[in-house]
């Protein structure tokens, strides 16, 4: 019975969804109040019947229907209720539905939160996201639906033992919402096309939305670099996989909108680029999810063994991606001339950001597309390296990180040389210094180990030197007024660039000085690694709700004396007979000790075994970098004046967008969050 | 400067920063890519020396044993089902490693005409055959790999 209100729900909510796109946008184009006023009532409905929809999913996964396939393929009775839930969005079918109803939320979300917003403009905002909601809402009809029954089988085949852990209830949930709210700035992007008009007010409804779903993207990725990190049990962080790939694409394009938008609103340059940007970023989104959840990716022949599905991608991204750039094409000389701007400026160093931030881009889409279109056209197999990405990274984004030390302080519209270069020579100093005590610290570093360092400290010494001359240039006499002169979006800003300097530093630490050791080891026996004594004690049983495992036990002495004790596990589970290794893990802010265990090497009790010693100088910076990154983006979006620029622009009424107050001529070098 | 002069000097600026980007891609892309083959072109010598590259198949039965001299290295066969292949590789194997299964390994032939792996890719699916392993058995004539016909049916659902 529950599967069935789902299914009627699913069907309920096309049904709406189809009226979300009709009406308002018609209505918008005709200036029929009536219908405009349909939006948002109709996203609200629609986004509730995807949510009964997912509840009853989520229903019969944790009442064990085994009748649906979608339960019995990816649950099991003996599965922990948490994971029962976080299975609902861990088969192709349920990402779907979690797709679909993150996309229902946005929606919903735009429509209660902009009521400053003329009308006509939500009404085509929300219309425009039906329609991406309607293609979605279509493919999971069907050709995945997730409601799909089948004879009961007496138990599930249980959830992929990998997909069992704390992190992966989480990470598909927050990159999800990455994904999909960037449809939001797809919308206004296309919203704006339409109505044929996109000034400062546009940027500054549209730029919240984006740096909120940049900040859930960036925490989504994290998590996955982090649950792959002690989850896959070999330590690795970052794979360069195509399906890791496919969520960096649209993150980096939505870091070049960001800051493309930042220009949009504050200078009223780079329309049509903004508005470009958004469409390819949301693009990439919807690439990203396809390529992963399509089967494109594991294997090409996934299109053949299910023709419509692919079939049915590419029409939906033809449709979505297509249609925006034809009306692009068509519309884009409707949005008006850019302001102008001398060669030495702000806007000039974010323009230089962002060709750098695209041409990144290009090439992971390049890295991760070749392969799939050589062997789609039959020209073999080929796969691309990890080196090919690291080749084109660097040489990429070392200049992007230069330029985010130097844009911040450099004046919009006609910037002065000396006041920037006297900060830049300072910081460069402090760079210099910095390195040289790390180098010191460490022992020694490679050619590449010291350019990483330089840029880390670089971009944090600027982000330090930028902030302390803006407090000293404050106008309030005391320290806490000063402190309080700072804009959110400043900090937020500032909070976000030190999050980036970070991850460079952490990134280049544990490249160059982390350490592993693979033995053979008894029980008794121990290794020596980074001056530690890594020893196995003995081993133990356990027994799990779904899995059986070995526990090895191992002391780790550190140079100081002070001894650890680890448990580095085997685990059976039970329905799929799969083997999952459970690495052990000592955590701190400075190092992680990370020990796996491999095979047995002989098959009596007291048989030695393989084991892979580990050492990760500051590893956990990495993600807690991006942490700082997510929340910079979130204190930008607190910004008061999102909250108080549009409660000014709804008084003058009219049926579009109203002009903000223009910008003034030239403001003060750092006005403003770039 | 002219208007029309800084137009063209800022699209020449362009157009070279471009012609940098693409040659950049172009030349690591090439150093980088890493060609697939099977076991009967290994066996018909069509492989490069000293160069890396993938190999694909199922892990023969009963050909998974350890080097006598140092217990880290596996030694096992990959076959496509015409021809095999010797494998080496020292390490820790991936949780989803087993005789008769699916693999794709990374590496080079060595002076022995051995596969010295120094990868072996681990997938994250049991029911999952890795598209290169699939591909070699259908070369070699034994279509086996499509990943829907290889993945297991739910217990009892009778299909």
């Known amino acids: ?674 | 400067m002219k208007p029309r002069t800084r137009r063209f000097l800022w699209i020449a600026a362009g157009a070279g920063a471009l012609a940098a980007a693409v040659a950049l891609m172009l030349f690591a892309l090439r150093d980088n890519l890493v060609f697939f083959y099977t076991p009967t072109q290994i066996a018909a010598d069509e492989v490069p020396r000293n160069k890396t590259f993938r190999l694909g198949g199922l892990v023969e039965k009963g050909s998974v044993g350890r080097d006598p001299q140092d217990n880290l290295v596996v030694i096992f066969r990959v076959t496509d089902l015409a021809k095999t292949i010797p494998v080496r590789f020292r390490g820790t194997l991936p949780d989803l490693f087993a005789e008769g299964r699916g693999i794709v390994a990374q590496g080079k032939i060595d002076s022995e005409g051995r596969f010295n792996a120094n990868e072996v890719l681990a997938k994250h699916d049991e029911a999952y055959m890795p598209p290169e392993a699939a591909e070699a058995l259908k070369r070699a004539g034994h279509p086996v790999g499509a990943p829907e016909q290889f993945r297991k049916p739910p217990p009892g659902t009778g299909k």
């Open chain 1, 1 to 674: 019975m529950i599967p069935e209100i789902g299914q009627f729900a699913l069907a309920l909510a096309l049904m709406i969804a189809v009226a979300q796109v009709a009406l308002p946008l018609w209505g918008a184009q005709r200036g029929d109040a009536a219908l405009i006023a349909f939006a948002r009532p109709a996203a609200a409905a629609h986004f509730a019947c995807v949510a009964i929809a997912f509840a009853a999913l989520m229903a019969s996964f944790v009442g064990n229907d085994f009748s649906v396939i979608n339960v019995a393929s990816n649950s099991n009775s003996k599965l922990p209720l948490a994971y029962r839930i976080a299975a609902t969005w861990g088969s192709h079918e349920g990402s779907l539905l979690l797709w679909t109803l993150m996309l229902a939320g946005w929606t919903c979300a735009v429509a209660v939160l902009s009521g400053r917003l003329p009308a006509a403009v939500t009404a085509r905002v929300i219309g425009v996201l039906g329609i991406v909601s309607v293609g979605f809402l279509l493919f999971m009809l069907f050709t995945s639906n997730p409601f799909d029954r089948t004879l009961p089988p007496l138990d599930g085949r249980d959830l992929n033992p990998l997909l069992q852990d704390p992190g992966m209830v989480a990470h598909p949930p927050l990159l999800y919402m990455g994904y999909v709210g960037f449809s939001v700035a797809f919308a206004f992007a296309v919203a704006a096309l339409i109505d044929g008009r996109l000034d400062p007010a546009w940027a500054r409804f549209a730029r919240p939305w984006t740096v909120a779903a940049w900040a859930f993207l960036s925490v989504g990725i994290a998590l996955g670099s982090f649950w792959a990190y002690y989850e896959l049990g070999w330590g690795g962080w970052w794979f360069w996989d195509p399906v890791e790939n496919a969520s960096l694409m649209p993150w980096l394009a939505g870091t070049a909108l960001i800051h493309s938008l930042a220009v949009t609103e504050k200078r009223r340059v780079f329309k049509s680029w903004t508005v470009v940007l958004a469409i390819v970023t949301f693009s990439l989104s919807l690439l990203g999810t396809f390529l992963v959840r399509s089967g494109v990716l594991t294997s090409v022949h996934a299109f053949a063994t299910d023709p419509t599905r692919g079939v049915f991608i590419l029409a939906l991204l033809m449709v979505v991606s297509g249609g925006a750039f034809a009306l692009y094409a068509w519309r884009a000389n409707s949005l008006g001339p850019g302001g102008t701007f001398s060669s030495w400026s702000r806007e000039t160093l974010l323009l230089a950001n962002n060709v750098l931030l695209v041409t990144v881009t290009a090439a992971v889409i390049i890295g991760t597309l070749y392969p799939l279109a050589i062997d789609a056209l039959g020209l073999g197999k080929i796969s691309v390296g990890p080196p090919y990405f690291e080749t084109v990274f660097l040489p990429l984004l070392a200049p992007a990180i230069l330029l985010m030390g130097l844009a911040p302080v450099v004046a919009w519209k006609q910037a002065e040389g000396r006041p920037v270069a006297r900060q830049a020579i300072i910081a460069a100093a402090a760079a210099a210094v910095l390195t040289a005590a790390t180098l010191l610290a460490a022992g020694g570093g490679s050619v590449l180990t010291t350019v990483g360092l330089l840029l880390g400290w670089w971009a944090v010494s600027a982000v330090v030197a930028g902030v302390v001359t803006r407090l000293a240039r404050a106008a309030a006499p005391d320290f806490a007024g000063r402190l309080r002169s700072l804009s959110a979006s400043y900090c937020g800003m500032q909070l976000a660039h030190l999050g980036i300097a970070v991850l460079v530093l952490a990134v280049t630490m544990v490249k160059s000085y982390s350490t592993e050791l693979d033995m053979e080891i008894r029980p008794g026996q121990s290794g020596t690694l980074s001056g530690r004594t890594f020893a196995l004690e003995g081993f133990s049983e356990k027994t799990g709700p779904n899995y059986s495992a070995i526990v090895a036990h191992f002391a780790v002495t550190e140079a100081n004396g002070r001894v650890r004790s680890l448990q580095a596990e085997k685990r059976r589970y039970f329905a799929s007979e799969q083997t999952m290794t459970e690495a052990a893990i000592d955590r701190s802010l400075t190092r992680d000790l990370y020990i796996s265990l491999g095979d047995p090497l002989g098959t009596d009790a007291g048989a030695a075994w393989s084991v892979r010693f580990q050492v990760k100088p500051f590893i956990n910076w990495i993600w807690l970098a991006v942490l700082m990154m997510a929340a910079g983006g979130v204190l930008a979006v607190s910004d008061r004046r999102y909250r108080i620029a549009p409660r000014a622009a709804r008084t003058s009424g009219g049926p579009s967008l109203s002009p903000a107050p223009s910008p003034p001529a030239a403001l003060p070098a750092g006005e403003g969050a770039a």
